[in-house]
């Protein structure tokens, strides 16, 4: 089996020698192995490195955070080569969710002796595939964690910071519209509207417990109270589940009375007031 280590040098609070190190002791695990990506300056110039190396390997090893995955997702033929996962990011929704070792090299020690597994994807937009997108605060908490980051503020309290100021500072929320297959309803003053295949939003905030990852359904979570979200910051250091309105389709289509964000992964895709999303059953093959 040819590995390939493709490493995000701006993922998460390590530095580039502490993620050097990590990676070499990966690489070392998994044996024939090749490692690039330290060197890049840009998701663009990451997405390239990936498709490059996706070429020469078996297993194509996304070395970052949540959002390094995604963008190796949408850049590469997901049906040419299986994909993995050491985490290096922050909140590292996607280690809780495939049960992976805090630590890199043990991680590396479950890839080598891991099964391949076909999961869902959601696609959004007819474009983008993820495993995890939100509609409402989440966009906007994390262009102003960005600016905390920036400051030095760094992880957990990066992010709790910036919602507490969005959540304090009168974050005008949108009524939403939300069909999923044949049924709609409204979500007045919408928080936010996650659709999801993982349990876990990060940190391990598990915000949707019924969710699989190859169930073949969109998993929706609604939230519009502050109550719910004052919720869901306990649930991340008491371990209980999710607040919110749960719900479960193969497709949803979200409209808001005003233009609000996409994210997924941690990654603001686009602004606007409609938006959809679908299953891609098994799409993906990954070994975890």
Request: aromatic share 6%.
């Amino acid at each position: 089996m040819r590995y390939g280590i493709v490493v995000n040098p701006a993922a998460g609070v390590l530095s580039v020698d502490e993620k050097k190190r990590l990676i070499k002791e990966a690489s070392g695990i998994l044996a024939d192995c090749e490692v690039a990506g330290l060197e890049t300056t840009s998701p663009a110039e990451l997405c390239e490195c990936a498709r490059a190396l996706a070429e020469k390997v078996d297993v194509l090893v996304a070395a970052g955070g949540d959002g390094t995955v995604s963008d190796v997702i949408n850049a590469l033929d997901i049906d040419e080569v299986a994909l993995s996962y050491l985490p290096l990011g922050s909140g590292k929704a996607l280690r809780y969710s495939f049960n992976l070792p805090e630590s890199v090299p043990n991680a590396a020690r479950r890839i080598k002796e891991g099964a391949k597994r076909s999961i869902d994807l959601i696609l959004c937009d007819g474009k983008r595939k993820a495993l995890l997108a939100s509609v409402g605060i989440d966009g906007h908490v994390i262009q102003e964690r960005a600016k905390y980051v920036q400051r030095g503020l760094r992880g957990l309290r990066a992010y709790q910071t910036a919602i507490l100021k969005l959540l304090l500072g009168g974050y005008k929320r949108p009524d939403a519209t939300v069909t999923i297959d044949d049924e709609t309803f409204d979500v007045p003053h919408a928080f936010s509207l996650m659709i999801t295949k993982i349990q876990f939003y990060g940190y391990g905030f598990k915000v949707v417990p019924e969710a699989r990852l190859d169930d073949g359904c969109l998993h929706l979570l609604s939230i519009n109270s502050a109550a719910q979200v004052i919720y869901g910051f306990i649930s991340t250091y008491s371990g209980k589940n999710r607040a919110g309105d749960y719900r479960t389709g193969k497709t949803v289509r979200i409209t808001t009375s005003k233009s609000e964000y996409l994210e997924t992964h941690g990654d603001v895709v686009r602004e606007g007031t409609e938006f959809r999303f679908e299953i891609l059953p098994r799409a993906l093959t990954m070994i975890c």
